[in-house]
Nanobody, 119 residues
């Protein structure tokens, strides 16, 4: 399974960005999909997760500003980020969880996309 993320960039504080991530490979459907972020020297943290059925959960820092969605037909997950703050600056990684050929639940990660918010 491969994940291709896009949509990062440089934005001013208060601005918006939309991240996209498409999963492909020998899996027809995915369980949870989501976004995490990582700042150099710190642990990767969960930002938002969406189940196949559309249930969502957000980190406290993302609530009220970020919206996660997905298109199951396209195996794509999105993250709409509004009212961005400098502390949102990080590399954002998408993930997709799946079962394949009787193996336990697996997780694949995207390559990461840089989001930089200037003050």
């Amino acid at each position: 399974v491969q994940l291709q993320a896009s949509g990062g960039g440089l934005v001013r504080s208060g601005g918006s960005l939309r991240l996209s991530c498409t999963a492909s490979g020998s899996v027809s459907s995915f369980n949870d999909m989501g976004w995490h972020r990582q700042v150099a020297g710190k642990q990767r943290e969960e930002v938002a997760i969406i189940t196949r059925g559309g249930n969502t959960r957000y980190a406290d820092s993302a609530k009220g500003r970020f919206v996660i969605s997905r298109d199951n037909a396209k195996n794509t997950v999105y993250l709409q980020m509004n009212n961005l703050k400098p502390e949102d600056t990080a590399v954002y990684y998408c993930n997709a969880d799946y079962y394949y050929s009787g193996a336990p639940l697996s997780r694949s990660w995207g390559q990461g996309t840089q989001v930089t918010v200037s003050s």
